[in-house]
Nanobody, 129 residues
């Protein structure tokens, strides 16, 4: 079992930045592909960013491309999402997710939330205009 706990959300003004953290326990993230998703009120959960188990490959949604960076610290068993130049439309609950990977999958990233087996409880990000 993997437990994921997100932190770092909060209220920020438009144009500001945040770094979200996702701390994992129960299993090392060195063999897990990770993703960040978000869900705004009355909207479906959407993909934000993903990183492969190796940490070498990443993918971003068009909405955050150029403003977001996903990274893994396997020693700390933590995944981060840094988002800059925040916009009011970035307001949402942000969730991290983990997918256990086999060695041959270690360079893959995943954008489909259904492919992730473990989820955190989410952290609220509110961007004021």
């Amino acid at each position: 079992q993997v437990q994921l706990v997100e932190s770092g959300g909060g209220l920020v003004q438009a144009g500001g930045s945040l770094r979200l953290s996702c701390a994992a326990s129960g299993r090392t993230l060195s063999s897990a592909a990770m993703g960040w998703f978000r869900q705004a009120p009355v909207k479906e959960r959407e993909f934000v960013a993903a990183i492969s188990g190796s940490g070498r490959n990443t993918k971003y949604a068009d909405s955050v491309k150029g403003r977001a960076t996903i990274s893994k610290d396997n020693a700390a068993n933590t995944v981060y999402l840094q988002v800059s130049n925040l916009k009011p439309e970035d307001t949402a609950i942000y969730y991290c997710a983990a997918r256990s990977t086999l060695p041959f999958e270690n360079e893959n990233f995943y954008t489909n939330p259904r492919l992730y087996g473990y989820w955190g409880q989410g952290t609220q990000v509110t961007v004021s205009s």
